[in-house]
Every structure is written in C-alpha cells, then in structure tokens.
C-alpha cells in the first residue's frame, strides 16, 4: 500500500506503519461513493464516474513520489465494465441427516465440494462413532472431494464441470470405498464422477495436489434475515491481504487481485487444468457459504473466510452441530482442522486442535499428520478459516452467530430484537 498515496493516507499512519487495533477508520470517499450508488444506481459504476476512476487507477495508478513498484500497465476499458454480466446460477443441493443443504455453485468450488464431502460422510453414522474415529472418516471425506474439486471444477462457461455426478450418492459410495483404517497418502487421485459408477472410483496416490485458493487474508461473510424470513448467505473477497493495495482515489475502496485464484501454469508442461486464465473467464474460488432446510423451512446457514479452508470450515462447523450435537455457537467456536489433499500431507490444524488428545489419537491410531496453522497479522491469525452463522430458533425468532475470538472476534447483531 505504502506507494499509493491514496492508500497511505486511508490505511496506513503518517510513517507507513499499519493502523493500531482498534483505530476509527473514517473513509468520507466511501461514503460519496454509496451516495453516488445510492443515486444513479448501477449506472454510476458501469458507466459512470466510479467505473471511470477504476479503470484509471488500474491503468494509470499514481504513485508516491520516490516510491517505486513493479507494474505493468493496466489495459482495463470502460466496455470491460459495461459488458459484465451477473450470472444467476441453480444452488448446488444435496441431502444430509435430513436436511437440504444449498451451496454455491461453480466457478465457486464450495457447494460442490462441501456436498461431496457431506455425501461421502452420509456413509457414516458419525453420531454414534467415537469422536476421533468421525474426525477421521471427516478428514479422509475432505481429501478425496478436494481432489476432485482440483480435476474438474472451474468456469462452466468454459470447461465442462460434471457436477450432477460430483453431486451424486452413488458417486460419493465409490470414494467412500477408497477410506479404510488409515490414512491415505496426499495428493490423493481424483474419482471419475461419470455415470455408470461402480467400483472405487480413483487411486489412493497421485501426482497432482489440489490448488489452494488464496481468498484468506481478505474475504468477508455474511449471513443474515430480514423480519420476512429471507435469508442471504453472501461471501465476499478481494483475495490477499489488502488485494491490490491500491485505494481509488477518491472513491475510498480497495480494488481487488483476484485473478491471482486463476492457475498461470499447468502443474507440468502439457497437462490438462480448467482453471487456466481467458478472455473473460472467471477463476475458481472456494466461496461456500450454505443455507440448511429441514421440510422446506430453514433451519441454519453458516459461511466463511479463509481460502481453500472455506470448505472445510463450513462442513466441519455443519458436521459439530448436526451429527456431534453441539449448539451452533459451540459448533462454530469448536476448534478446527483442515484437509484439502495438498502435496504436503498434512492437515491444517489450529493450535487448539494440534495440540489435542483428539489430534494424537488420530496420529496414533489412524497415521494423520498435522501442521500448525501460524498467524502472519494478527496474534489470533493461527486459524484455518473463520465464520458466521444464523441459527432459526422457531416462533420468529433467529440467533446470529460469529466467531468468539478468531481473528479478535467477529460481529453478530440484531437490529430489532423482537419477532418479525
């Protein structure tokens, strides 16, 4: 941030240093911005002064005097914005203990991934298992749907994404085949999610790991309802930590690195991978905020920050408070452990859970391994993803749910405590 003079004097002390924990941070350019929204509408950011200002700033960015950064120039238009269009997209859906779980669909790697896991996991009476033995099934469950997020989700404009398959039970039987008594050996293979299924679908071993999303440092998520009982599980990111660096000025607002969630090489010359850069493609993310009904009428959501812990965040929180019997609140505060089948083998663990009885029995009778998850920002950083909730309490009542202390704690409110 600190070449940008508009980012240095929004976020950044007179000196260059971080702003203190726990500063005011006052943005009148973000306030003019919404009331320009507030006025003209989408029009003031795809044809007007806020997409103009973007478009120079990501081309012609100004820079502090003396400073000097390694760029090349910018080659966003005003038609680049103009021609953006939302695509409305089908929710992914499985079913789970009797819930209908709604993830989000590709390019987003989440519902189709989370609901993987949670048909694998459908396999199990996990309520019933020792805790270190679901745990187990848990982690193996992740490892083998994470290979099959890497082989074949990406932009279903560009590449063909089986998901009816990656969805199906019968499909999840053929990798749920693959877990025995001990742990598998990351990069597992992926399955092949093409019907007829029969058979272990996939290889224990591989050679290629799945990619990890890097939307941890800088994604927010949010669940609410309205006094309608609408509710919206919406997940948002500008990718590493501050994205680009760069305020438009002005404006008051960061503007994003995502397209670094695009693969820029094939993990070896001349292999396959669908989530390769092109015109107008968007890249995969792990985005995987969830919406559960139970008979048609909304029970809980849960969503998260943290990269490609997204995933497993989610089902680890959904898995405490259905099958482990937790409250919401204890399920999302509960510590966590991710697996994402990378090359290292090993699963992301928090410290809480490193450092468990639960994590030692799982090295000692199953052979998982663990890596502890350090921070890098804030002392409360060592985490592998943190979340919200929303848990419907019945009679027009509803509980919002955030974390206790990751990351300093985050935010649940209610702006009129009283039934809709």
């Given at each position: 941030?600190?070449?940008?003079?508009?980012?240095?004097s929004?976020?950044?002390?007179?000196?260059?240093?971080?702003?203190?924990?726990?500063?005011?941070?006052?943005?009148?350019?973000?306030?003019h911005?919404?009331?320009?929204?507030?006025h003209?509408?989408?029009?003031?950011?795809?044809?007007?002064?806020i997409?103009?200002?973007?478009?120079?700033?990501?081309?012609?960015p100004?820079?502090?005097?003396?400073?000097?950064?390694?760029?090349?120039?910018?080659?966003?238009?005003?038609?680049?914005?103009?021609?953006?269009?939302?695509?409305?997209?089908?929710?992914?859906?499985v079913?789970?203990?009797?819930?209908?779980?709604?993830?989000?669909?590709?390019?987003?790697?989440?519902?189709?991934?989370?609901?993987?896991?949670?048909?694998?996991?459908?396999?199990?009476?996990?309520?019933?298992?020792?805790?270190?033995?679901?745990?187990?099934?848990?982690?193996?469950?992740?490892?083998?749907?994470?290979?099959?997020?890497?082989?074949?989700?990406?932009?279903?404009?560009?590449?063909?994404?089986?998901?009816?398959?990656l969805?199906?039970?019968?499909?999840?039987?053929?990798?749920?085949?693959?877990?025995g008594?001990?742990?598998?050996?990351?990069?597992?293979?992926?399955?092949?999610?093409?019907?007829?299924?029969?058979?272990?679908?996939?290889?224990?071993?591989?050679?290629?790991s799945?990619?990890?999303?890097?939307?941890?440092?800088?994604?927010?998520?949010?669940?609410?309802?309205?006094?309608?009982?609408?509710?919206?599980?919406y997940?948002?990111?500008?990718?590493?930590?501050?994205?680009?660096?760069q305020?438009?000025?002005?404006?008051?607002?960061?503007?994003?690195?995502?397209?670094t969630?695009?693969?820029?090489?094939?993990?070896?010359?001349?292999?396959?991978?669908?989530?390769?850069?092109?015109?107008?493609?968007?890249?995969?993310?792990?985005?995987?905020?969830?919406?559960?009904?139970?008979?048609?009428?909304?029970?809980?959501?849960?969503?998260?920050a943290?990269?490609?812990?997204?995933?497993?965040?989610?089902?680890?929180?959904?898995?405490?408070?259905?099958?482990?019997?937790m409250?919401?609140?204890?399920?999302?505060?509960?510590?966590?452990?991710?697996?994402?089948?990378?090359?290292?083998?090993?699963?992301?663990?928090?410290?809480?859970?490193?450092?468990?009885?639960?994590?030692?029995?799982?090295?000692?009778?199953?052979?998982e391994?663990?890596?502890?998850?350090?921070?890098?920002?804030?002392?409360?950083d060592?985490?592998?993803?943190?979340?919200?909730?929303?848990?419907?309490?019945?009679?027009?009542?509803?509980?919002?749910?955030?974390?206790?202390?990751?990351?300093?704690?985050?935010?649940?409110?209610?702006?009129?405590?009283?039934?809709?």
């Amino acid at each position: 941030m600190q070449p940008y003079p508009a980012s240095r004097s929004l976020l950044l002390t007179p000196s260059g240093d971080p702003l203190p924990i726990g500063t005011w941070l006052r943005d009148p350019d973000l306030a003019h911005t919404y009331q320009l929204l507030a006025h003209r509408g989408p029009s003031a950011l795809y044809d007007g002064p806020i997409g103009r200002a973007i478009v120079q700033t990501d081309d012609h960015p100004v820079l502090t005097p003396g400073q000097t950064i390694v760029t090349n120039p910018g080659i966003m238009t005003m038609k680049d914005l103009q021609s953006y269009r939302t695509r409305i997209l089908a929710p992914t859906r499985v079913n789970y203990r009797g819930l209908s779980v709604y993830g989000m669909a590709p390019p987003s790697s989440g519902g189709s991934t989370e609901g993987e896991i949670l048909n694998i996991l459908n396999g199990y009476p996990l309520g019933s298992e020792s805790r270190v033995e679901a745990l187990f099934h848990y982690l193996e469950a992740s490892r083998l749907a994470c290979a099959d997020r890497n082989a074949y989700v990406g932009d279903p404009d560009y590449v063909h994404v089986p998901l009816a398959g990656l969805l199906d039970p019968e499909f999840a039987a053929t990798r749920r085949c693959l877990i025995g008594n001990t742990a598998l050996t990351s990069p597992v293979a992926a399955g092949s999610p093409f019907a007829p299924f029969w058979g272990c679908s996939g290889t224990p071993a591989s050679t290629q790991s799945s990619s990890a999303s890097p939307e941890a440092h800088h994604t927010n998520n949010i669940v609410t309802e309205d006094k309608w009982g609408d509710i919206v599980a919406y997940t948002n990111t500008i990718n590493f930590f501050g994205g680009s660096g760069q305020v438009v000025p002005g404006y008051g607002f960061l503007l994003n690195d995502e397209l670094t969630d695009f693969d820029f090489a094939p993990s070896s010359p001349g292999a396959y991978d669908l989530n390769l850069p092109a015109p107008g493609k968007e890249p995969r993310s792990s985005m995987g905020p969830v919406i559960a009904l139970r008979n048609g009428r909304p029970e809980f959501a849960i969503g998260a920050a943290g990269g490609s812990t997204i995933i497993t965040t989610v089902v680890q929180i959904l898995m405490n408070h259905v099958d482990f019997g937790m409250s919401l609140p204890a399920a999302l505060a509960a510590p966590r452990v991710s697996q994402t089948n990378s090359s290292s083998n090993t699963s992301l663990a928090e410290p809480d859970f490193y450092n468990s009885a639960l994590a030692q029995q799982l090295t000692s009778q199953y052979g998982e391994k663990f890596s502890l998850a350090t921070g890098s920002i804030l002392p409360l950083d060592n985490y592998p993803g943190d979340a919200t909730a929303l848990q419907m309490l019945g009679h027009g009542r509803a509980e919002a749910i955030a974390e206790p202390v990751r990351l300093g704690g985050g935010s649940a409110l209610v702006v009129q405590p009283s039934p809709r």
